[in-house]
Every structure is written in structure tokens, then in C-alpha cells.
């Protein structure tokens, strides 16, 4: 079960931010109506929100899960791989600090964003991507296994449309992996069951499973009419202005 969760608003310069899609410049407003409601989903799942203030020094801070992996034995500070994003780090540690007593960190020349890390239970996918080096993927599996964690790692590059591994897979529960046609075949996906992703509905891979709810992105009714008959409870959130800069729902909140 998860207890809180740390967010932090869209800045008035959210669309200086870095994007790979083309879909237009988000509208702040929009974008603030839509993280207001996000965090009133993850209020209704039972969670407290600790809310940072918006970092306009750091136009993609709004996406706050790409600083750390938080777990119930350990924090693991990343180093994202974009440059303009390391410093999103520095707020995330002073807040972390007060929930957790030793945090550790990812090092150059190794590179993480927190996108890319799927737990399953105790075991963690790290996805190397454009984002996250093998080097980086390695420190954080070493982290992990000193609190008797294991992982695997799963090489993401080149997967068109997917800037992080959590960009095509969810871990939903029940040993059920959401998966996008794009990662099918994976030898690290063998032993769970896949629900595939129905063409066009790629954005909607990117959802979370927050303690009795799945968080699930509006507009993708035929991956919604899937998990809702297998038994989930769907909260339903707008996420256009979040996807104009390539951002999912797993990516607005750290979770523990
Ligand atoms: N805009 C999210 C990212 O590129 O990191």
C-alpha cells in the first residue's frame, strides 16, 4: 500500500520543457487544471501529498518520478540524463531526507530517470533508453540488491515512440504487465501475463496502480473496457497538455 506522495506543479514555463512529439504547445492553465485533478485522484486512493512548489528554473520538474526510485527499504537518488534536468535533484533529496535515513545516489558518468525503473514486487525492470545508461542501470541494480531487491535490465533504445521504459509497460498487479506492441517479446516480460495495448491507444500503456485504483489517461476506451473487465477500478484523468511534453501519469508523482 502506498501512503503519500510527493508532487509538484506545472511551472508558468512548463512548455520550455523538453518534448520528442508533436502534438503543440501545451496551455498552462490546462495543464494546472489537469495536475490539480491528478493529485485529487491520488488523494481519493488514500494518499497524503506532500507539494513542492513549482520550479520554474526547471521546466520538466512537474515530472518529479524521473528524480528518484523510492521503495519501502530504500531511496535511490537518480542523475537524470538530460542535462537540463540534473538539478530537478536537488529539492527531491532535501525532501526525501526527511522520510528516509540514508539516501543514495546514482554517479556520473552513470544516468538514470526514474521512468525508466518498473517495480514488480520485489523485482525491478530498469529500461536502458536514451535517458538511462547501462552504467546508471548498473549502480541502481547494486543499490537495489543491498536491500535484497533484484533486477533486470531491458534495452529500450531505438523503440520508436518510447522515451522511457514506463512509456510502454505498466505493472498493474495480479503478475499483469501492460505491454506496447512496441516492447512484445521481451525474454524479462516471460512469466507474466501480458495485456497488449490496442493500436493507437499507445499513450495509454503509461498508467498507475495506486493502492485500490489504476489512474488511467481519458480518451483510450478500448485498453479501458479491458481492465475494467478484468476487475480494476479506473479513475479516468484528463493528460493532453502533459502528453504535448511527453509525460505520463506515472511520471507526475513518486509514490511510496
Ligand atoms: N518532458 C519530459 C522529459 O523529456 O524528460
Same mark, same amino acid.
Given at each position: 500500500m502506498f501512503t503519500r506522495a510527493i508532487v509538484r506543479p506545472p511551472s508558468d514555463n512548463f512548455a520550455d520543457g523538453l518534448t520528442s512529439v508533436d502534438l503543440g504547445a501545451p496551455v498552462f492553465e490546462k495543464a494546472l487544471a489537469q495536475h490539480?485533478?491528478?493529485?485529487?485522484?491520488?488523494?481519493?486512493?488514500?494518499?497524503?501529498?506532500?507539494?513542492?512548489?513549482?520550479?520554474?528554473?526547471?521546466?520538466?520538474?512537474?515530472?518529479v518520478e524521473d528524480t528518484a526510485i523510492v521503495t519501502e527499504n530504500c531511496a535511490v537518488i537518480t542523475n537524470p540524463g538530460a542535462e537540463s534536468r540534473k538539478g530537478e535533484v536537488v529539492s527531491i533529496v532535501e525532501t526525501l531526507s526527511k522520510f528516509y535515513d540514508r539516501l543514495d545516489r546514482v554517479q556520473p558518468p552513470g544516468t538514470v530517470d526514474g521512468?525508466?525503473?518498473?517495480?514488480?514486487?520485489?523485482?525491478?525492470?530498469i529500461g536502458i533508453s536514451e535517458r538511462t545508461n547501462r552504467e546508471g542501470a548498473e549502480q541502481l541494480s547494486g543499490f537495489l540488491n543491498a536491500e535484497s531487491y533484484t533486477s533486470s535490465h531491458v534495452d529500450v533504445r531505438g523503440t520508436k515512440g518510447l522515451l522511457h521504459l514506463k512509456s510502454g509497460i505498466t505493472f498493474i498487479g495480479e503478475n499483469r504487465l501492460i505491454v506496447a506492441d512496441s516492447l512484445l517479446g521481451q525474454p524479462e516480460f516471460g512469466g507474466y501475463e501480458i495485456v497488449r495495448?490496442?493500436?493507437?491507444?499507445?499513450?495509454?500503456?503509461?498508467?498507475i496502480r495506486v493502492n485500490d485504483y489504476v489512474l488511467f489517461a481519458a480518451g483510450f476506451p478500448k485498453l479501458k473496457t479491458e481492465? =475494467? *473487465?478484468?476487475?480494476?477500478? /479506473?479513475?479516468? $484523468?484528463?493528460?493532453?497538455?502533459? =502528453? *504535448?511534453?511527453?509525460?505520463? /501519469?506515472?511520471? $507526475?508523482?513518486?509514490?511510496?
Amino acid at each position: 500500500m502506498f501512503t503519500r506522495a510527493i508532487v509538484r506543479p506545472p511551472s508558468d514555463n512548463f512548455a520550455d520543457g523538453l518534448t520528442s512529439v508533436d502534438l503543440g504547445a501545451p496551455v498552462f492553465e490546462k495543464a494546472l487544471a489537469q495536475h490539480r485533478a491528478y493529485c485529487e485522484a491520488l488523494i481519493r486512493c488514500g494518499l497524503t501529498l506532500i507539494e513542492l512548489e513549482a520550479d520554474p528554473a526547471y521546466p520538466d520538474s512537474t515530472f518529479v518520478e524521473d528524480t528518484a526510485i523510492v521503495t519501502e527499504n530504500c531511496a535511490v537518488i537518480t542523475n537524470p540524463g538530460a542535462e537540463s534536468r540534473k538539478g530537478e535533484v536537488v529539492s527531491i533529496v532535501e525532501t526525501l531526507s526527511k522520510f528516509y535515513d540514508r539516501l543514495d545516489r546514482v554517479q556520473p558518468p552513470g544516468t538514470v530517470d526514474g521512468g525508466d525503473v518498473c517495480q514488480i514486487g520485489s523485482h525491478f525492470l530498469i529500461g536502458i533508453s536514451e535517458r538511462t545508461n547501462r552504467e546508471g542501470a548498473e549502480q541502481l541494480s547494486g543499490f537495489l540488491n543491498a536491500e535484497s531487491y533484484t533486477s533486470s535490465h531491458v534495452d529500450v533504445r531505438g523503440t520508436k515512440g518510447l522515451l522511457h521504459l514506463k512509456s510502454g509497460i505498466t505493472f498493474i498487479g495480479e503478475n499483469r504487465l501492460i505491454v506496447a506492441d512496441s516492447l512484445l517479446g521481451q525474454p524479462e516480460f516471460g512469466g507474466y501475463e501480458i495485456v497488449r495495448v490496442p493500436a493507437g491507444e499507445e499513450y495509454a500503456a503509461n498508467c498507475i496502480r495506486v493502492n485500490d485504483y489504476v489512474l488511467f489517461a481519458a480518451g483510450f476506451p478500448k485498453l479501458k473496457t479491458e481492465l =475494467e *473487465k478484468l476487475g480494476y477500478n /479506473l479513475i479516468e $484523468l484528463e493528460m493532453s497538455e502533459f =502528453e *504535448k511534453m511527453d509525460g505520463g /501519469l506515472s511520471c $507526475l508523482s513518486l509514490r511510496f
